[in-house]
């Protein structure tokens, strides 16, 4: 399978820089840049602006440390340092100074391949996490997912574990029609299989918290014959 993925290597060691990138090739990262001194690597880390950097740290110009701490200086991409200095000061300041791994010369390329990739996941993990917003206000419903917590026009709502798997689902697609079948499914957990009634009891319960009138929802309405829906204008 393919990444599409850039990956700067920074070594002075010709070997090094053409086993890497067979290797990473043949392990589907096909995008692998290379440079031989600091300078390069720096210019090419700009120029690229690569999803992960392995720095080797004694270069023909000067340390790989220092380049770390310019990549760091603007940006939070992994680094992993690749040495022979194996000492464990070496790892500890590797680590210090912004590197998210530290792998010791000689080693396997396929296990740096493995990194690479472990890298990348986590990397990819975070930019979800950080872009992805807790919570979502719509018309005069505030629902905060992280404490789990719902609020109309600045006010609590007390609601029951399934209750809030509703509105949660709800809030999620304002105004589209969700089945009943679509409701259970993603709240219970489980196959429909004819439980009607479940669904409409805990709609019924909701209502009687979201809306001023219950028996004439202004909010959760009936789609007859084909679900609910819940209007909202995004205000």
């Known amino acids: 399978m393919s990444l599409n ?4 290597i920074v070594d002075d060691e010709e070997d090094i820089l053409r086993l890497l990138k067979t290797v990473f090739i043949k392990e589907g990262i096909e995008n692998v840049y290379t440079a031989a001194t600091a300078a390069d690597g720096f210019s090419q880390f ?4 690569p999803d992960i950097v392995i720095l080797d740290i004694m270069l ?3 340390e790989g440390y220092e380049v770390c701490k310019k990549i760091r200086s603007i940006s939070n991409v992994p680094i992993l340092f690749l040495s022979a200095k194996a000492e464990e000061i070496d790892k500890i300041l590797g680590l210090a100074i912004g590197g998210d ?5 000689p080693f396997s390329p396929k296990e740096v391949a493995y990194r690479i990739k472990a890298q990348l996941r986590r ?3 975070q930019q979800v996490e950080e ?3 807790p919570i979502i ?4 419903f505030e629902l905060d997912e992280q404490r789990v917590e719902l609020r109309k026009n600045g006010e609590m709502i007390e609601l029951k574990p399934k209750e809030l798997g509703l509105i949660t689902l709800f809030l999620k697609h304002p105004n589209q029609i969700i089945s009943k079948e679509n409701l259970y499914d993603k709240v219970w957990g489980e196959d429909f299989f004819g439980f009607d009634n479940t669904v409409m009891v805990h709609v ?5 918290k979201i809306e001023e009138e219950p028996s004439n929802p202004k909010y959760l309405i009936t789609v007859k014959g084909l679900g609910y829906k819940l209007v909202v204008k995004d205000e």
């Open 5 to 8: 993925k850039k990956v700067l």
């Open 46 to 49: 700009q120029e690229i602006e």
């Open 60 to 62: 023909p110009d000067g």
């Open 101 to 105: 791994d530290y792998i010791t010369k």
């Open 123 to 125: 990397a990819d993990y």
């Open 131 to 133: 872009k992805a917003d």
């Open 137 to 140: 206000k719509i018309g005069p």
């Open 204 to 208: 019924r319960r909701l209502r009687e």
